[in-house]
Nanobody, 125 residues
Framework: QVQLVESGGGLVQAGDSLRLSCAAS????????MGWFRQAPGKEREFVAH????????YYADSVKGRFTISRDTAKNTVYLQLNRLKPEDTAVYYC??????????????????WGQGTQVTVSS
């Protein structure tokens, strides 16, 4: 069992930055993919970024590429999402997730079996 707790969300203006944290407890497996998803009102939960715990490979959704950075601190069992140059369309509840990649990749909700409760990010214009 893996428990995930997100923090760091808040209300900011367009162009500002935030750093989200996801603290993991339980068993951290080297084969896990750690991902960030977000869900805006009326929309499905969408993939934002993921990082492989073992080698630190990263992948980003096109909408955040170049602005967001996912990283991990293996000693702290913590995954971070640095949000830079935020836009109003980034407004959503951001969820941390842990799971396993499949032959279809690591960017689908089906790949992730463990989820945090989410942290709200609101970007005003």
């Amino acid at each position: 069992q893996v428990q995930l707790v997100e923090s760091g969300g808040g209300l900011v203006q367009a162009g500002d930055s935030l750093r989200l944290s996801c603290a993991a407890s339980g068993r951290t497996l080297s084969s896990y993919a750690m991902g960030w998803f977000r869900q805006a009102p009326g929309k499905e939960r969408e993939f934002v970024a993921h990082i492989s715990w073992s080698v630190g490979m990263t992948y980003y959704a096109d909408s955040v590429k170049g602005r967001f950075t996912i990283s991990r601190d293996t000693a702290k069992n913590t995954v971070y999402l640095q949000l830079n140059r935020l836009k109003p369309e980034d407004t959503a509840v951001y969820y941390c997730a842990a799971g396993f990649c499949s032959v279809y990749g690591c960017a689908r909700r089906l790949e992730y079996g463990y989820w945090g409760q989410g942290t709200q990010v609101t970007v005003s214009s």
